[in-house]
């Protein structure tokens, strides 16, 4: 919650030594809503721009869902998502969406006497898990996978999101891929059904429940979870490796979609084939509206994604998330001007 509220001072607090009056640059802040998955690259990449530049950015962190509903509103001038929309989707809301920065999700867990990145899962054991079905930390199932691991015989408290989560869905799909019965009983989604488990509100509320409940299990954003010390595991992978997350496997994960061939950018990276592949990698989207009542304001979000995958990179790799590779920044920016007018149908970017 306090790098929450240090990142609203950043972005939207006044600055004394650029003279701007809070009331001043309230009014010159893009707006942007959703995703908390990229929240802390968007966050630093706020600060420099704004320290480059003097426009700020006042990004909620609420959720893929609840950005995806403000945008469709008109609230903002971008909604953020972890979970691509549909073709379909996008046409009948008069969207577009990019991708804007990778990074991937891992599984936490409270465990006294097992260090972070010492316990092995598989999205198999970890369906199980969420569906009830496993429910000490002692199984043998668990076990199985952790030969020389001292594991306590404490009931399982499951953890996930309480609210609409592009997270979740990476989550939900991962495990729908790797165990039919999750996907039969539960499935892939930004919001489902769980079968047990306490909610937490974006992934502060899963990281707190987590760092509070001993013997529990939850599943936040990479670079959440190394910037707050949590206790992370192993996940085994597609090709039957068991891998550290880290940038080097979220890019192999990565290496080989298909983004030309995927309408609206919207792919789906969990559970890619390749040894060194994490298997829950994602990638965040930003949302705009095609037609731009305030082309301004457009231009102003289009400028500050532009600078940051020109500029971002490095303050992206810093904090474990992967930057967009250039061949498909040039998509993007292709599909910028494509798709992007104003009220008179004159191209914004």
């Known amino acids: 919650m306090q790098m929450k509220q240090m990142f609203k001072f950043i972005v939207v607090g006044a600055s004394a030594a650029m003279a701007f009056s809070s009331a001043s640059v309230m009014a010159a802040d893009m707006t942007g809503a959703g995703a908390t998955f990229p929240y802390p690259i968007y966050a630093k990449w706020a600060e ?24 469709k509103a008109k609230t903002v001038e971008f909604g953020a998502s972890d979970m691509p929309l549909k073709a379909e989707e996008l046409e009948e809301a008069g969207l577009m969406q990019f991708p804007a920065i ?21 999205g198999k054991v970890v369906g199980d898990i969420y569906l009830g079905k496993i429910t000490k930390w002692s199984a043998p199932e668990i076990a199985a996978l952790n030969s020389g691991v001292k594991l306590p015989d404490t009931e399982i408290t499951v953890v ?12 939900t799909d991962f495990l729908s891929k790797t165990n039919p019965e999750f996907k039969s009983k539960i499935g892939a989604g930004s919001a489902v059904k769980w079968a047990v488990g306490v909610g937490g509100k974006g992934n502060e509320g899963v990281a707190a429940n987590v760092q509070r409940i001993k013997g529990s299990i939850g599943y936040v954003e990479w ?25 080097d496997n979220f890019k192999a994960a990565a290496a080989s979609a298909p983004w030309t061939q995927t309408p609206g950018f919207g792919v789906v990276l969990t559970d890619q084939a390749g040894k060194n592949s994490w298997p829950i990698t ?15 304001k457009a231009k102003e979000v289009l400028k500050f994604f532009d600078w940051a995958y020109k500029n971002g990179g490095a303050a992206a790799v810093e904090l474990d998330y992967v930057p967009m590779p250039a061949s ?10 494509a798709n992007l007018k104003d009220a008179s149908g004159k191209a914004i970017y």
């Open 328 to 337: 498909v920044v040039k998509l993007v920016q292709e599909s910028w001007k």
């Open 223 to 247: 670079a959440y979870a190394k910037k707050n010390k949590m206790s992370h595991t192993q996940l085994q992978n597609k090709d039957g490796n068991f891998l550290q997350p880290d940038d």
């Open 48 to 71: 420099t721009y704004k320290a480059n530049t003097g426009n700020g950015l006042n990004y909620q962190s609420v959720g893929s869902g609840a950005g995806i509903k403000q945008i």
């Open 160 to 171: 996930h999101r309480a609210d609409g989560s592009g997270t979740s869905f990476l989550f």
């Open 282 to 296: 994602g990638v965040s989207f930003i949302l705009m509206h095609k037609v731009q009542a305030d082309a301004a």
């Open 102 to 122: 990778m990074g991937g999700v891992v599984t936490i867990v409270n465990l006294d006497g097992v260090t972070p990145g010492q316990l092995k899962m598989t």
